[in-house]
């Protein structure tokens, strides 16, 4: 089992930026892939970033250039750095983390934080 928890969010005006983290504990040997999702009202969750444990990063074109995903191994701690926020990157951001264990695959997601950019 792994339990994450996201902080960070909040409101800021556009063309500022934010910096969201996210903690894991419990079973984080296991850890494949970590990375932020986001969930605009009325849409579909989608991914922002992603970064697996042998640190290769993907990123929706909507946030390349502007959003950073990185890892401190050490703290098992997550962070996306947000610049040049945008009123459209307005959601709520979800934590998630991958564990693979014998050839499964599980999910496990944070409670999620609010992000609003104002215009």
């Known amino acids: 089992q792994v339990q994450v928890v996201e902080s960070g969010g909040g409101l800021v005006q556009a063309g500022g930026s934010l910096r969201l983290s996210c903690a894991a504990s419990?079973?984080?040997?296991?850890?494949?892939?970590m990375g932020w999702y986001r969930q605009i009202q009325g849409k579909q969750r989608e991914v922002v970033a992603t970064?697996?444990?042998?640190?290769?990063?993907n990123y929706a074109d909507s946030v390349k250039g502007r959003f950073a995903i990185s890892t401190d191994n050490a703290k098992n701690t997550m962070y996306l750095q947000m610049k040049s926020l945008e009123p459209e990157d307005t959601a709520v951001y979800y934590c998630?983390?991958?564990?693979?264990?014998?050839?499964?695959?599980?999910?496990?997601w944070g409670q999620g934080t609010q992000v609003t950019v104002s215009s």
């Open positions: 998630n983390v991958k564990t693979l264990n014998f050839g499964f695959v599980r999910n496990y």
């Open positions: 419990g079973s984080t040997s296991s850890i494949n892939v």
């Open positions: 970064i697996s444990n042998d640190g290769r990063t």
